[in-house]
């Protein structure tokens, strides 16, 4: 098929559809509402169903009904929305429903602003919700990277019975890039066993719950979860590298950053710097190990956000002290330049190259 | 190649459909290409913006901070966007609606009367592409033929019996260049 | 021997545990009768609520959702839209529908979702232990409101019967009692009317239910029922708000 110039927004209701989504239950909020209205005209076309949910918290419950009864289902919003979000997502993590969310990250706290940002990397890798639970959580840097996450992360919710988070922001959502829709790998995925559809006299009912009364019961689900997030973490990482081995700083980014910090490391490698970049695809399980590959002698890791530091704690873990670390961000619906950050590396070379 | 352009106005100017064809022409060229809008409250009736970036190589930051072109189609525009052209960067005014000339002696600068040239041509709205025409007379970033192909994608099918008279803003643009070359 | 009565194939063996003299069993038992009745039983999903019905799931024998504080609406539109085929309803106390739901029941009626909400008011939290709840009578002690409702402070008990009858897509509400065996004959008509409507694809219905709370209200049963008819219904008319007019 060939290639269609698609805002990204649109291309997110593309790609849904595609990956066989029929259900999109949601609330408008900027700067993801052409994620909303696509739906809203395509999902007609194909016997799909749209609902604008009162509030997000609604929307959210309504893709907890909408999982457990077996559909494919998405919900997006950005920031605040997603914030209020989290009282159903926790829900759909305990009772291990699978669906698509969508968070087109603006500037908070609060109501915040409208343009991009990164700052809500915590909410979306520690769980963000009450209980102890993860999201599989997938940032991507480029539309067609977004299109491809998007129609595997259905698929992945499935597998892991888990919501899937696709963590962007204002600028992939705003932005137009040349996209492709290739054919979806079919995957094997497990029987939906465990859906409500009516007992038909056949069999016991079905019951999508996250309530563990007994603490007994509560523990070994606990521990069955964290089982869950374990294979995630041997079987889901996600990590593009550039000349990591070698580098005087490596530079670490993710989503709409990690191209800008791209720019700036072009700009660097003309002055004959060697700077290499670790751009995590999967937040959640995040590529810890790739930070292994980065030599002793290296002089810096730089860590690059839109937002005060954030994603720089598990590039601390990941480091463990052996390399230093270093911080830039840009955040309220800044955009970090390009020679901003490459000032930052030239600072921590010492002008040495 | 890596043309970085900045192309801006006021809301109904048209400043984002322009960047859009551009953008999709470069597609249909096999180029790396991005568009990236303003966007707020501000657009309705307000300052509006977009971003494109055409390149043979893939596009990094899709955010225009150092410009090699800036197409500005209204006074408020030129005062925000004329610093941000790189030395030896190419602006281009629309001298129907901006009254100053460029502060900047370390680019080049083309001054078009893009109202005048639409409205000689009993269509007010084809302004921005008659500075789209005279940018790329300049700046053969894309072929006429790729303008044309893109046209219906971005505007629809519905709006193909408008492209004659674009094709005509576009030869304004061109000549507008031309005479002064 | 000629059987008299039989449980209801809609209620699993399952004891449940609600209190002594608590209304919720009867409740329960009518809702899980009428879905039996109406051939529903086998395509029935149902939403549980959070408060003293929060393991209802366990109770009914039909496919179950148990969602979070307030929201059964919502995640019953969600099976609905998915499944239009199935009936689904959702159960739900007075501080769930009335307060921190307000919004899902109002909207779900509101868009018309062909779904069924069974609404127990027994004007008191129970589960959480006898807090003030938006429909606890003027004067009614509770553990937050521990001199009495003050309607200065906390405004009149609300009516989400009367609310929800204003609304175009709610076609059926109905407020019942279960306090005295007449009272749950009239209830039970009022469910499987309410539930017809659904099945026959007209629009939201909704049957309130008065409820008694012995345990958190500080009775005893007999005296739980005594209240309720004497302080509960006067403020809480009983009957039926609204329905489709014949032929539509």
């Known amino acids: 098929m060939s290639k269609v110039l698609m805002k990204g927004n649109e291309a997110v209701g593309a790609a849904a559809i595609k990956a066989g989504c029929r259900f999109f239950f949601g609330y408008p909020i900027t700067p993801q509402n052409e994620i909303p209205e696509y739906m809203s005209r395509e999902l007609p076309k194909v016997g799909g169903v749209f609902v604008q949910a009162e509030s997000e918290i609604a929307a959210i419950n309504m893709v907890y009904g909408a999982a457990g009864c077996g559909a494919r289902v998405m919900t997006s919003s950005s920031s605040p929305g997603i914030a209020l979000k989290q009282e159903g997502i926790s829900y759909i993590a305990g009772a291990e429903l699978p669906c698509l969310i969508v968070n087109m990250m603006r500037g908070g706290p609060g109501l915040g602003g409208i343009q991009p940002s990164q700052t809500d990397y915590f909410q979306a890798t520690r769980g963000g919700g009450n209980g102890d639970y993860r999201l599989l959580v997938l940032a991507p840097a480029n539309i067609q990277e977004m299109v491809d996450l998007i129609i595997e992360g259905f698929d992945l919710a499935d597998e892991y019975r888990n919501p899937v988070m696709i963590l962007g922001d204002g600028m992939i959502g705003q932005m137009m890039e040349p996209v492709e829709f290739k054919e979806r790998k079919k995957r094997d995925l497990p029987e939906k066993d465990w859906i409500t559809t009516g007992t038909k006299g056949k069999r016991k009912p079905n019951i999508i719950n996250s309530l563990y009364l007994n603490p007994e019961e509560l523990e070994d689900h606990n521990i069955w979860l964290q089982e869950k997030y374990k294979k995630m973490k041997e079987k889901e990482v996600r990590v593009e590298s550039y000349n990591v081995e070698d580098s005087d700083v490596v530079i670490s980014a993710y989503g709409t950053t990690a191209r800008i910090a791209r720019t700036a490391i072009s700009k660097l490698e003309k002055e004959g710097y060697k700077v290499g970049l670790i751009r995590p695809i999967s937040l959640f399980p995040y590529p810890f190990e790739e930070f292994n590959k980065i030599k002793d002698d290296c002089k810096g890791v730089l860590t690059v956000e839109m937002n005060t530091g954030q994603m720089l704690d598990d590039v601390r873990i990941a480091l463990n002290g052996r390399i230093p670390s270093y911080f830039y961000g840009r955040t309220g619906g800044m955009v970090p330049t390009p020679e901003a950050i490459a000032n930052k590396v030239r600072e921590i070379l010492g002008g040495e190259k | 190649m890596d043309e970085r352009i900045i192309i801006a106005g006021f809301g109904g100017q048209g400043v984002m459909a322009m960047g859009q064809l551009l953008a999709y022409s470069g597609m249909i060229e096999d180029k790396w290409v991005s568009w990236l809008p303003s966007y707020g409250p501000e657009m309705r009736g307000g300052t509006a913006n977009c971003n494109v970036i055409i390149s043979t190589d893939p596009v990094g930051s899709p955010v225009v901070v150092e410009a090699t072109t800036a197409i500005v189609l209204n006074k408020p525009s030129l005062d925000k966007f004329e610093e941000s052209l790189v030395p030896g960067g190419k602006l281009f005014i629309n001298s129907s609606l901006i009254d100053r000339k460029s502060i900047r002696d370390d680019i080049d600068v083309y001054y078009i009367p893009a109202n005048e040239i639409a409205n000689e041509l009993g269509n007010s709205r084809v302004a921005n592409m008659v500075m789209l025409g005279a940018y790329l007379e300049v700046v053969q970033t894309v072929d006429i033929e790729s303008i044309e192909r893109a046209f219906p994608k971005v505007f629809g099918e519905s709006k193909i019996h408008l492209l004659p008279i674009n094709k005509k803003a576009f030869e304004r643009g061109a000549r507008a260049i031309k005479k002064k070359g | ?248």
């Open chain 3, 1 to 248: 021997m000629a059987i008299v009565f039989e449980k209801t194939k809609g209620l699993t063996d399952v004891q449940t545990h609600y209190c002594p003299g608590c209304t919720h069993g009867i409740i329960h038992r009518i809702v899980a009768e009428a879905m039996e009745e109406l051939g529903v039983l086998e395509k029935a999903i149902g939403v549980a609520p959070v408060g003293c019905a929060v393991l209802a799931y366990n109770y009914f024998n039909c496919d179950m959702h148990e969602a979070a504080h307030g929201r059964a609406p919502a995640v019953a539109t969600g099976i609905k839209r998915v499944l239009p085929d199935n009936f689904v309803f959702a159960y739900q106390g007075d501080g769930d529908l009335a307060s921190i739901g307000t919004a899902e029941i109002v909207h779900a009626a509101h868009r018309g979702e062909r779904i069924s909400s069974i609404f127990v008011n027994n004007a008191i939290y129970g589960m959480t232990g006898g807090q003030m709840a938006p429909t606890t009578l003027v004067g009614q002690k509770a553990t937050t409101a521990p001199y009495g409702r003050d309607e200065a402070l906390c405004g009149k008990p609300i009516r989400m019967s009367e609310m929800l009858a204003t609304i175009d897509g709610a076609k059926f509400v109905e407020r019942v009692s279960v306090n005295s065996p007449a009272n749950v004959r009239k209830a039970k008509k009022a469910i499987l009317e309410c539930f017809k409507i659904q099945i026959e694809g007209k629009g939201f219905g909704i049957v309130e239910v008065l409820s008694t709370c012995p345990t958190n209200w500080g009775y005893t049963p007999v005296e739980a029922l005594r209240w309720l008819e004497n302080n509960m219904i006067p403020y809480y008319p009983l009957g039926n708000f609204k329905r489709p007019e014949e032929g539509k």
